[in-house]
């Protein structure tokens, strides 16, 4: 085989892919197109997304913060790394307040 066919089939096997790759686009957005026409409520369900999700991740937040203030509370009596726990605690307790 010469190096020219080669070439030949090498490039019409690129244009395959790349029709078949614009046929694929193609159908998702007629796809995205049929599943949201309106887009109106589109921006309105992810403005409400978003507002819980912020909610979510200051609430979830806030538990790990009280979780790990719990958990350091828990070692302040133990010998020699008790002091620096307690340090720890008094510090986080003096940036609340």
Do not use: C
Not at 24 to 49: A, S, T
Not at 61 to 74: A, F, N, Q
């Amino acid at each position: 085989m010469s190096k020219f066919t080669a070439a030949i089939r090498k490039f019409f096997k690129k244009s395959q892919e790349s029709a078949q790759k614009e046929a694929q686009e193609e159908l998702l957005q007629e796809l995205f197109h049929d599943m949201y026409r309106n887009r109106k409520r589109i921006y309105h369900l992810n403005f409400v997304r978003g507002i819980f999700f912020g909610v979510g991740s200051v609430i979830g937040g806030t538990l790990v913060i009280g979780l790990v203030i719990w958990i350091l509370s828990l070692f302040v009596n133990f010998p020699l790394i008790g002091d620096y726990f307690r340090d720890i605690q008094q510090s986080i307790q003096r940036s609340k307040d």
